[in-house]
């Protein structure tokens, strides 16, 4: 019997943004779903969505689960699994932090990114109706996507949504998480030039031990090549010398 893997996206994104990876564990032998976080189908009313609901999501969607399975988290994707997994610990086989923030204890993640970018979202969030950060093309092309081609910038671009701001501004609380057993792999895409270099890595190092796999992409590669990413997912789940 293959792996169940839960996928969770990040900002901006939907269920939908893991579709070709669902396909290719399909195809590996393994069962996948992606849930879409509230506040992220193109009606949802986003005004009033905290974190604490994206964390309420994953948990109903990991107590639906009769074995345990291998929760994946993308982008701000990583630091929902940080508050979500020590709530349900025994539905987890394997934690994935892919291209993921981990924060540390009392930092949210516009502390972990430059300033100009936290401050000209916070006051694009501002000026919105709903307190959300808009897409913002520019950044998805070039740093999200840079080096990736247009159209596939433009199929992404097409269904990102408006992203809630408390995703970003929510500070962490990891003792929980800091105290699980439950074993942790980065799967690192070592093309993103979202972040400054040896960002991502250097959040990682807040795991204490885990397996670390590196594949070609951008931040976005799991949706534009979803096959390269998913032979880092099994190869992480074999890989047996552990990163400190």
Known sequence: MGEHFVLIHGAWHGGWCWDGIIQKLVKAGHTAEAPTMPGHNPDDDRSQIKFDDYVAKICDVLNQQTRPVVLVGHSSGGYMLQAAAPKVPDKIARLIF????????????????????????????????????????????????????????????????????????????????????????????????????????????GLGEFNLVEVAGSHEAFFTNPGGVVEGFLKALTQLTPKT
């Not at 109706?129 to 080096?147: H, S, Y």
């Not at 992404?156 to 992203?163: A, D, G, S, T, Y």
Request: aromatic fraction near 6%; glycine fraction near 4%.
């Open 98 to 205: 892919l291209n993921a923030f981990i924060l540390p204890e009392g930092k949210n993640q516009f502390d972990l990114v430059p300033p100009e970018a936290s401050e000209a979202m916070t006051a694009a969030a501002q000026a919105s109706p709903d307190n959300c950060v808009p897409v913002i093309e520019d950044f998805v092309r070039n740093m999200l996507m840079a080096g990736e081609p247009a159209a596939m910038q433009e199929a992404l671009i097409k269904r990102l949504v408006p992203q809630p701001l408390s995703l970003f501004t929510t500070p962490a609380a990891t003792e929980a998480f800091d105290k699980l057993s439950i074993p942790r792999s980065v799967v690192f895409c070592n093309g993103d030039v979202s972040l400054p270099p040896g960002a991502y890595l250097g959040m990682a190092q």
